[in-house]
C-alpha cells in the first residue's frame, strides 16, 4: 500500500513565533460541524503533516487525512466550528488542502468569537477572513489584523469539498483569575516557543514544550552523537514572563542515550530579536547549575534553583548529548 507524504514546507519565519491555537495536543477539539460524511473533522487539527494512502478506502469512500464532506445537491456551504486550546490574539491562518486535488471547496471564510465559559448561544461571532478562493494541495497563508482575543472559530468552505490542516496561530492570552496561581511558564499551551537549537537530529525540540509525557523515544528532543568537543543546546521562549519554583527535567524512554548532564541558564530580555538571543546565550547566568541525570526518569528541582527575580528565555544545555522528553517551568507570571 503506497503511501505518499506532504512535500516539505517551511513556514514563514514570523509565524514560527506564534502558537497553533488549532492543535488537538492543546485541547482543541471540532464542537460541531455540517457534514463530515468522507472524513471526519478532527482530522485536519492533526500536528503531522497530512499523508495520502492510495489504495485505503473506508465505507464512504476514499479514505482521506482530513475533513471531507460529501458532495451538496442544494444550497447552502459548509462548516466546522473549532474550540480552541488556548484564548489568544489569532495573527495568521493556514488553510492546507494538499492531496485535495479535485475535492477541495472553492474558497472559504473564517469566523471568530470569545466564549470562555463555552455557551455559544448568544456568541458574536466577527469575521476574520473575508471569503477567498482556494486552490488545489497547497498551503493558503494569511495575515489576521484583529487585535481581540478568541476562544472559538468557525471555518466556512464554499459550497463542499475537504481541508486537509487547519492551522490557527496567534499569541496566548492566558486567563488567569488568581496572581499567584503556579504554572507552566514555558508549555506549548501558555505560549512557549523554540527560538534556535544546536541539533535536531532524531527528534525536534519543540516535543519538550508539548503536554503530558512523552509516549515514546521519538517524542522528545534528541541529538545525533557528538563527535566534537561541546555539548548541545537549545533556547526557549516562556510564554510570559516569570518567577521560577521548580523545575522538571524527563528522560521518559530515553535509557541508552540520556544526557549525563543537564543544566539551564536564564535570562529576563524585552527587546531583543530571536537572532540576537543566540550568540548572548551562552553567557547568561545559570538558572540551575548542571545536573546528572538518570535514565528514563522525571527529576525534580526545588531547592537547586538560582533564584532570579524573573525570566523570560532560557537555554537548555544537553550535555554532551542525547535525549529529554520534557522540560517543566512552574512558577508565578511577573508583570
Known sequence: ???????????????????????????????????????????????????????????????????????????????????????GKIKALDIDTTFFTGNYPASTSVEACYAPTGDL??????????????????????????????????????????????????????????????????????????????????????????????????????????????FDWCIIALGQAGKIEKIDIDTAHFKGNYPAEVSIQAIYIEDATDPQLIPQSMFWPFLLEAQAMQMDHIHHYIHEILQHEKISHIRINMIPDGGISRIRLWGNIVN
Open 1 to 87: 500500500m503506497a503511501i505518499l507524504h506532504a512535500p516539505s514546507f517551511e513556514i514563514p519565519a514570523p509565524i514560527q513565533q506564534l502558537t497553533n491555537f488549532a492543535d488537538l495536543r492543546i485541547g482543541a477539539k471540532i464542537i460541531d460541524c455540517s457534514d463530515e460524511f468522507f472524513a471526519e473533522a478532527k482530522r485536519m487539527l492533526q500536528f503531522d503533516a497530512p499523508i495520502f494512502v492510495e489504495d485505503k478506502f473506508d465505507d464512504h469512500g476514499k479514505w482521506m487525512d482530513g475533513w471531507e464532506t460529501r458532495r451538496k445537491r442544494h444550497s447552502g456551504y459548509d462548516w466546522a466550528i473549532v474550540q480552541l486550546g488556548v484564548a
Open 121 to 230: 448561544s448568544d456568541a458574536e461571532w466577527q469575521p476574520i477572513l473575508t471569503n477567498t478562493i482556494l486552490g488545489p494541495s497547497q498551503h493558503h497563508l494569511f495575515d489576521i489584523s484583529s487585535n481581540s482575543t478568541f476562544t472559538h472559530v468557525r471555518l466556512n468552505i464554499f459550497p463542499d469539498g475537504g481541508i486537509a490542516r487547519f492551522r490557527v496561530y496567534g499569541e496566548v492570552q492566558i486567563q488567569i483569575k488568581d496572581q499567584s496561581q503556579t504554572l507552566d511558564l514555558i508549555a506549548l499551551e501558555n505560549g512557549g516557543r523554540i527560538i534556535a537549537f544546536s541539533d535536531a537530529h532524531f527528534g525536534h525540540p519543540r516535543n519538550l514544550i508539548n503536554p503530558g509525557r512523552g509516549i515514546n523515544m521519538g517524542d522528545g528532543w534528541e541529538t545525533k552523537r557528538r563527535r566534537s568537543p561541546g
